[in-house]
């Protein structure tokens, strides 16, 4: 399974952006897919993630601002961020279980005060 994330970039406080993740390869189902994040000097962590049947995690700092939704026909995770603010800042990866976890290779998000 490979993972393609899009949509990273540079908005001031406030604005909007939105994640898209796709997958590819060769597989039958895939189960949980989500998005993770990195800020510089920190750990990876949760942002949100959607299984298959659209139940959905958030993190509490995400929660009412964020957006997960997903395309099983398209094999699509999707990351609607709105209020954005600094502190949102890092390399947000787009994730999948498919039997083990597979990981894309990052997109940049900066949110400028």
């Known amino acids: 399974v490979q993972l393609q994330a899009f949509g990273g970039g540079l908005v001031q406080a406030g604005g909007s952006l939105r994640l898209s993740c796709a997958a590819s390869?060769?597989?039958?189902?895939?189960?949980?897919m989500g998005w993770y994040r990195q800020a510089p000097g920190n750990q990876r962590e949760l942002v949100a993630t959607?299984?298959?049947?659209?139940?959905?995690n958030y993190a509490d700092s995400v929660k009412g601002r964020f957006t997960i939704s997903r395309d099983n026909a398209k094999n699509t995770v999707y990351l609607q961020m709105n209020s954005l603010r600094p502190e949102d800042t890092g390399v947000y990866y787009c994730y999948c279980k498919y039997g083990m976890d597979y990981w894309g290779k990052g997109t940049l998000v900066t949110v400028s005060s």
């Open positions: 390869g060769r597989f039958f189902r895939i189960n949980d």
């Open positions: 959607i299984t298959r049947g659209a139940s959905t």
